[in-house]
Nanobody
Framework: QVQLVESGGGLVQAGGSLRLSCAAS????????MAWYRQAPGKQREVVAA???????NYADSVKGRFTISRDNAKNTLYLQMNSLKPEGTAVYYC????????WGQGTQVTGSS
């Protein structure tokens, strides 16, 4: 059973940067697919960025050019570098990993202030 723990959320001014981390309880290289999702108040959870085991990445149009997903296999950690944050990016950000089923972290709050 994969366990994921996010960290790095907080309050950031519009235009600022933040890096989220997601620590996995297993070798991250054994996880086929990992992604960051977010859920804003009153809205559905949406995918923000995804990373396949082969290294290919995909981003939501709303974050392309500003967010970067990456991983450090030695640390078993997935990252989301968020630059030029906007107030509408305020949400709980979740890490998801798929390896014989989907595992989710508990989420970390990101609040963008205008």
């Amino acid at each position: 059973q994969v366990q994921l723990v996010e960290s790095g959320g907080g309050l950031v001014q519009a235009g600022g940067s933040l890096r989220l981390s997601c620590a996995a309880s297993v070798s991250i290289s054994s996880i086929n697919f990992m992604a960051w999702y977010r859920q804003a108040p009153g809205k559905q959870r949406e995918v923000v960025a995804a990373l396949a085991s082969g290294g290919s990445t995909n981003y939501a149009d709303s974050v392309k050019g500003r967010f970067t997903i990456s991983r450090d296999n030695a640390k078993n950690t997935l990252y989301l570098q968020m630059n030029s944050l906007k107030p509408e990016g305020t949400a709980v950000y979740y890490c998801c990993g798929i390896r014989m089923g989907a595992a989710w972290g508990q989420g970390t709050q990101v609040t963008g202030s205008s």
